[in-house]
């Protein structure tokens, strides 16, 4: 069983950052895929960023350039740094961790809200 719990979310003006946390308990924790989602008022929940237990990272063409996912496996943590925050930016973030055959879990979420 893994827990998730999600961090660092709130209200930032457009071109702004901000960097999420994920505290994740359980067991293994460095052997897990971890990833970000999002999903926007009325959308569905989309891939942000993932990174695998050897550190290779994926993003969504949205986000490239702006958002770096990292993780410390001393620490059971995953990071999203978010930078240049866009409007479209706006959704609650989820924080996953995958290990097939396992089924996949996930945090809480936490909002992200871009605005002037």
């Known amino acids: 069983q893994v827990q998730l719990v999600e961090s660092g979310g709130g209200l930032v003006q457009p071109g702004g950052s901000l960097r999420l946390s994920c505290a994740a308990s359980?067991?293994?924790?460095?052997?897990?895929?971890m990833g970000w989602y999002r999903q926007a008022l009325g959308k569905q929940r989309e891939l942000v960023a993932t990174?695998?237990?050897?550190?290779?990272?994926t993003y969504a063409d949205s986000v490239k350039g702006r958002f770096t996912i990292s993780r410390d496996n001393a620490k059971n943590m995953v990071y999203l740094q978010m930078n240049s925050l866009k409007p479209e930016d706006t959704a609650v973030y989820y924080c996953?961790?995958?290990?097939?055959?396992?089924?996949?879990?996930w945090g809480q979420g936490t909002q992200v809200t871009v605005s002037s």
């Open positions: 359980g067991s293994w924790f460095s052997i897990w895929t």
């Open positions: 996953n961790a995958r290990l097939a055959p396992a089924p996949d879990f």
């Open positions: 990174i695998t237990s050897g550190d290779t990272t």
